[in-house]
């Protein structure tokens, strides 16, 4: 909450309200800031937002103005503004306008939306690294559903283009938006974007809607010519590149360049590379299937490390975050969406970090003493790129490059097992970034003068110019002067030099005294002393001849930093030409965290992960044994039952889960789910043992989940994700099911069920887990090899309800719902009309009165239901006839007819008949 009284009132301005009236008008999810130098404001509804989500209290909202015109008011410090405007980008997915200016003469000065953060990088993140991906999509769909994307990375600086064919659900699509996880869509205006638009809003993406004209690839060499950074001995020019063929995604791409104004920055041109993106290199995970594995959460853009009060990761982009780097961050949460399906690029992952699981020394000197102190090259480069950079970046890049021969050293010499895969992964990258930034680590000892960098002073070394000498001897000088007056004041004080007493400066205020807070005393009443602060760090104060030193030291400074400053601009600028293999250093830097990372979380779980063997896609082998969900194995109290999973592509591929609510059925679903995913992103997974074969795709349809904003209901969001399954599923894919068919009628829903089992059973032949609360469709086994029955256990007995989480062979002989409505504390009358409501539909039931023949109820009833089955065709027939005769459904021909059929013996025809 904002400290009110530290927060400055607003002017009460007639004119500023007229002027905040005038204003365009703009959408809901744009927020209006005024930049009033130490401070900054928001109007009206902004305001209300803001005070209703960020503060949680109305009352900080103020009221600016007097009698009809009145306007609600919130003011931010820096601090809170830093804060709130990267939550309403990053995570709400709004847009912002800055307001600079006076009274009522204000102007634009910046906007930012979601996918574009370029005019508001340093404003709102400070010195707070970026730790995701910030980037925005394109797309333009042609003939035959032929779509092209293009992809831009503002912060990075690259470009990607993918042009693909897909179908009417738009799965690829779909599939290539998990992967990149962009911020923002552009999109042109028309009806044949409408379906794509109510799958980018389950997203929950800003959907931006642009004249068709825009989406032009006439202008694309053109622009790629003056953006592109070419490699060296590269032909400069972007028409010999192979990616212009795609012209849906040029078209896309030049739309994206003048919605991003790119171009009306010279400091992008020769900045960007461009690369074809390949996405089916990758697993394809659609939106449902990242919601039911908690991959992601909406609200972790910001900080991939999310965790719950008890303190245990709620997602697995929390879990796995052990990274020590901004640049491995935003790496991580890349590869949590972009798994592997290549055995070798995996396997190689893999050999990497079990090298830092068996060494625990490597491990953490490569955690602790290197990546810790790596700065954010990828920020750093940008910076010099936009001449924003100053002698502090760079003296962070020098301490950083410092590191880096002995973090290469120390790789070398602890490569255990895997030593041709660690040279190759990361060794070799580091040893090439290294020799590529000797000099410019040379040229920054050559000039700055890194014995006042290490007290946080950042000067051009005296020697490097003759002016900067003779005003160096003079800062000397009054550095002198001034430990004679600290030894006379000491000793005036009666007080210890450099011990209780210190003579302190910083490049703000200069020469100063400073005593601890016990040590004050000695100042009281004393009027040679001039106090300039308090704070809990002692008490900073001069005296007249400190005074008189002091202000010709920040003369003499002003001097020295005024002469320095044109040889400054040079260095930057020569350190500018080194973006490129600083680019390369942070994402090696950055593979190195993440693997480590993989290595710290591997070893530091509470029962240590495995290493996967890795099969072959197409091998129809997965075994899990004892695998756990490595979420929720961290939660206090939580004793977790591990389960076993075994697929054949022979059999045993397909498995219907029954069992109690609560009983531990979605989380062994979700269990599943994730080892494969860990496993093929290179990480070890938590179980036994495991023996993986490559999916192609995890597409999951789990929980009950609606949007009533959207217009999409529970039973829709089923359908809408069941049916994308079926259509893009293949036999190599991990397909997860969580009781498909409640949102809608009981007799509707099991025939949903059965169908859509039976489908992907017989037709797709996936690895499938599909858990159910209709019991009647255990007998899918029974007609399907491929099928088999699982179930969670549970006692019963004396009143009692115990879940056991264990996942065994065959099917659930009865339901529990009335069990686990014990187990929460039902009102006992609210149970007990339960029960007698359920008694009296189990009456009605088929085979009620049978015998217990000891065969599956599904099974005899398909036996004996063929009689029924023929009267039933029959009766359709005559009846049919009749009509045609008589007009009259209750002719006395029909009703002889109804009598003859409600005769029949079987019991399943009867009830049918009596409903």
Not at 195 to 207: D, E, Y
Not at 563 to 580: D, T
Request: hydrophobic share 40%.
């Amino acid at each position: 909450m904002a400290d009110s009284t530290n927060v400055p009132e607003i002017p009460h301005e007639q004119g500023f309200i007229s002027f905040h009236g005038n204003l365009p008008e703009k959408l809901a999810t744009t927020l209006r800031f005024f930049d009033r130098g130490e401070f900054f404001t928001l109007y009206g509804q902004d305001a209300l937002l803001a005070s209703r989500d960020y503060f949680k209290t109305h009352s900080v909202v103020k009221m600016l103005g007097y009698g009809a015109k009145k306007l609600e008011s919130v003011v931010f410090n820096k601090s809170h503004f830093e804060n709130f405007a990267r939550d309403v980008l990053l995570v709400k997915h709004y847009c912002i306008e800055i307001y600079n200016g006076s009274k009522s003469d204000w102007s634009l000065q910046y906007q930012a939306s979601p996918g574009n953060l370029t005019q508001v990088e340093d404003l709102i993140f400070g010195s707070t690294d970026i730790t995701s991906q910030v980037g925005i999509l394109a797309f333009k769909i042609g003939s035959e559903n032929q779509i092209g994307c293009s992809y831009v990375d503002t912060y990075a600086r690259k470009i990607l283009v993918a042009q693909f064919s897909d179908n009417d659900a738009f799965s690829n699509l779909e599939s290539l938006i998990v992967q990149l996880s962009p911020k923002e869509v552009l999109i042109p205006h028309g009806e044949a974007y409408v379906a794509p638009k109510t799958m980018l809003n389950r997203h929950g993406l800003l959907v931006n809607e642009n004249k068709k004209a825009e989406f032009s690839s006439t202008e694309s060499v053109r622009l790629l010519n003056r953006l592109l950074r070419f490699k060296k001995g590269q032909q400069e020019n972007a028409a010999a590149l192979p990616e212009v063929s795609l012209d849906h995604s040029m078209a896309a791409l030049a739309a994206l360049v003048k919605h991003l104004d790119l171009m009306a920055d010279e400091t992008n041109f020769g900045q960007y590379s461009l690369q074809n993106f390949d996405f089916t290199q990758y697993m394809r995970l659609d939106s449902a299937a990242s919601a039911a594995l908690h991959l992601t959460s909406y609200g972790a853009e910001v900080s991939t490390m999310v965790t719950s009060k008890a303190g245990a990761p709620r997602t697995i982009a929390a879990l796995l975050n052990k990274c020590r780097t901004s640049g491995g961050q935003r790496l991580l949460a890349q590869w949590i969406k972009q798994p592997l399906t290549d055995k070798n690029r995996i396997d190689r992952r893999l050999d990497v970090v079990e090298t830092f699981v068996n060494d625990v020394q490597l491990r953490q000197t490569i955690t602790e003493d290197h990546l810790r102190r790596m700065p954010d090259y990828q920020r750093l480069a940008k910076k010099l790129q936009k001449a924003k950079a100053n002698l502090q970046d760079l003296y962070k890049l020098y301490l950083g490059l410092s590191r880096l021969p002995v973090l290469v050293d120390c790789l070398l010499e602890n490569q255990g097992d895997h030593a041709a895969v660690l040279i190759g992964v990361l060794i070799q990258p580091l040893r090439n970034a290294n020799e590529k930034l000797v000099k410019l680590k040379e040229m920054v000892e050559t000039t700055i003068d890194l014995n006042q960098a290490d007290r946080g002073e950042f000067i051009i070394k005296a020697d490097f110019d003759d002016q900067l000498g003779e005003l160096k001897k003079d800062l000397d000088d009054c550095g002198s002067r001034a430990e004679k007056v600290l030894s006379r004041a000491a000793s005036d004080l009666k007080l210890e030099t450099s011990k209780s007493v210190k003579l302190e400066s910083n490049a703000q205020i200069g020469y100063y005294f400073r005593v601890t807070l016990k040590d004050e005393k000695n100042l009281r009443n004393n009027r040679n002393y001039h106090t300039i602060d308090t704070n809990k760090n002692g008490v900073r104060f001069r005296n007249p001849d400190l005074a008189q030193v002091n202000e010709t030291y920040l003369k003499v400074r002003q001097d020295y930093e005024q002469q320095q400053s044109s040889v400054v601009k040079e260095i930057l600028s020569v350190a500018a030409g080194y973006v490129e293999p600083l680019q390369s250093l942070n994402d090696a830097l950055s593979k190195l965290d993440v693997l480590t990372s993989f290595a710290v979380c591997s070893i530091s779980a509470p029962i240590p992960y495995v290493r996967p063997q890795i099969l072959e896609k197409g091998s129809g082998s997965i075994e899990l044994i004892q695998v756990r969900h490595p979420c929720m194995e961290l939660q206090d109290g939580v004793n977790f039952i591990p389960n076993d999973a075994i697929f054949h592509k022979d059999g045993h591929r397909f498995y219907i889960i029954t069992g109690p609510n609560m009983g531990g059925k979605s989380t062994y679903l979700r269990s599943i789910g994730v080892a494969v995913l860990m496993a093929q992103i290179g990480c070890f997974v938590p179980a036994l043992s495991a023996t993986i074969s490559i999916v192609d795709a995890i597409l999951a349809r789990v929980g009950a989940g609606d949007c009533h904003l959207k217009g999409v209901s529970t039973f829709m969001a089923e359908m809408i994700e069941t049916a994308n399954i079926t259509r893009t599923a293949t036999k190599d894919s991990l397909v997860i099911i969580d009781e498909l068919g409640r949102g809608t009628s009981t007799f509707d829903g099991f025939g949903l069920a059965w169908a859509i089992a039976e489908h992907i059973a017989v037709k797709i032949q996936p690895y499938a887990l599909f858990a159910t609360h209709f019991h009647e469709l255990t007998a899918l086994a029974d007609e399907v090899p491929a099928v088999d029955n699982l179930h969670v256990t549970a006692l019963t007995g004396d009143n009692t309800f115990t879940l056991l989480y264990r996942v065994q062979p065959g099917s659930c002989d009865q339901s529990f719902g009335l069990h686990v409505a014990e187990l929460v504390h039902f009102p006992q009358e609210v149970l007990e009309i339960a029960q007698k409501k359920a008694k009296e539909l189990e009456a009605i039931q088929p085979n009620n009165n049978e015998s217990d023949s000891g065969e599956p109820t599904m099974k005899r009833r398909k036996g004996d239901n063929a009689e029924g089955d023929t009267l039933m065709r029959t009766y359709l027939e005559r009846a049919k006839k009749i009509m045609e005769q008589k007009k009259d459904v209750n002719c006395e021909e029909m009703q002889e007819l109804r009598k003859e059929i409600t005769k029949t013996t079987d019991p399943f025809i009867r009830n049918v008949l009596n409903m």
